[in-house]
């Protein structure tokens, strides 16, 4: 895969990372745990973040973050994930995926993302990835507002790697 089509591909998926990241920061505290499930929506959306850019076959979160997402049940996890916790998971996803990102290659981009219910290209995972992300930061920025907070803006390109 071209260097240019890479940078514009991390580009856009980044600043969907970046805008999930201005909305947790934005969180007030009082909003983060109240019945909204504002952290929960947060850590769904990073955990997919997280498997969708990994080996589906050997995927494990970083502690202390567990596979409850995985539940059929839909089990929550066993806690209350912290502001700080759920923003570090975020950046240990963000260097994963410009990891990824940057390695594409004629082969690994032919290669494919397959579970039980998908069968992507790793390209086509990289775009699902991202509408995911930009869905869930929509919802925490809808929360934030319905919170009386004044959600963060639109982010363009990634600021970061």
């Known amino acids: 895969m071209d260097a240019e089509l890479k940078t514009t591909l991390w580009n856009q998926f980044g600043a969907s990372v970046d805008m999930l990241e201005n909305a947790l920061v934005a969180c007030p505290d009082e909003l983060w745990d109240n019945g909204t499930e ?3 929506l947060g850590f769904h959306t990073i955990f ?3 498997y969708y850019v990994s080996d589906p076959d050997r995927f494990g979160p970083p502690e202390p973050f567990t ?3 995985f539940d059929p049940d839909g089990a929550m996890p066993d806690r209350t994930y912290t502001k700080n916790e759920l923003i570090d998971y975020l950046h240990y996803c963000r260097e994963n995926a410009f990891r990824l990102i940057q390695t594409l290659g004629e082969l690994n981009a032919r290669s494919r993302f397959k579970n ?3 069968d992507y290209s790793v390209p086509e995972i990289l775009l699902y990835n991202m509408r995911h992300i930009q869905h869930g930061a ?3 920025n809808l ?4 919170g009386g907070t004044v959600p963060p803006r639109w982010v363009s390109v990634a600021g970061k790697k």
């Open 38 to 40: 504002f952290w929960y």
């Open 48 to 50: 997919w973040l997280d």
């Open 67 to 69: 596979l409850s997402e």
């Open 116 to 118: 039980d219910y998908r």
């Open 138 to 140: 929509a919802q925490l």
């Open 143 to 146: 929360l934030l507002r319905q």
